[in-house]
């Protein structure tokens, strides 16, 4: 810490934030804010199938200006 600066945490650590971008990009929306540093997000959907077959869908996301990453 600085002094007289508080060090700000990444959005990553809020469960609530990830999946609050999460669930946009799995509904379609490309064109994200980054919660720590406010640029464009760079998103996408990636398919497969989980270990029984079945057919997921997951949200990934990265912030081009800051280490912002959404796994």
């Known amino acids: 810490m600085v002094a007289g600066h508080k060090v700000r945490e990444s ?7 990830a999946e609050q971008i999460s669930n946009a990009i799995i509904h379609g929306a490309r064109e994200l804010e980054c919660p ?3 640029s464009t997000l760079r998103c996408s959907v990636q398919e497969g199938t989980d270990i029984e077959g079945r057919p997921i869908r997951l949200a990934k996301a990265f912030c081009m200006k800051c280490p912002f990453i959404l796994r």
């Open 11 to 17: 959005h990553l650590l809020d469960y609530a934030t």
């Open 36 to 38: 720590d540093c406010g």
